[in-house]
């Protein structure tokens, strides 16, 4: 039988999907530092989120690479 009170210290968590590139880079990033690779995307969410010129950035190099994805597949 499970402990509510365990179940409800416990964080929820969801898996994210990302290239085997990404994940090694961040894979790591996180070993070099000695962080456990989640508190490292964490942290990046939480900077991205604060800092409005990174997330403009970010979405533009999202939209571009999106945008190459798409031309591949047209050619």
Same mark, same amino acid.
Not at 11 to 25: A, F, H, L
Not at 34 to 52: N, T
């Given at each position: 039988?499970?402990?509510? /009170? #365990?179940? *409800?210290?416990?964080?929820?968590? @969801?898996?994210?999907? &990302?290239?085997?590139?990404?994940?090694?880079?961040? /894979? #790591?990033? *996180?070993?070099?530092?000695?962080? @456990?690779?989640?508190? &490292?995307?964490?942290?990046?969410?939480?900077?991205?989120?604060?800092?409005?010129?990174?997330?403009?950035?970010?979405?533009?190099?999202?939209?571009?690479?999106?945008?190459?994805?798409?031309?591949?597949?047209?050619?």
């Amino acid at each position: 039988m499970k402990d509510n /009170k #365990t179940d *409800s210290m416990k964080t929820e968590r @969801k898996k994210i999907s &990302v290239d085997k590139p990404t994940y090694d880079q961040l /894979k #790591t990033f *996180s070993r070099l530092n000695g962080l @456990k690779m989640r508190l &490292v995307v964490e942290s990046m969410v939480s900077l991205v989120l604060e800092d409005e010129q990174l997330s403009a950035r970010i979405v533009d190099m999202a939209i571009a690479k999106e945008n190459a994805a798409i031309d591949n597949l047209e050619s």
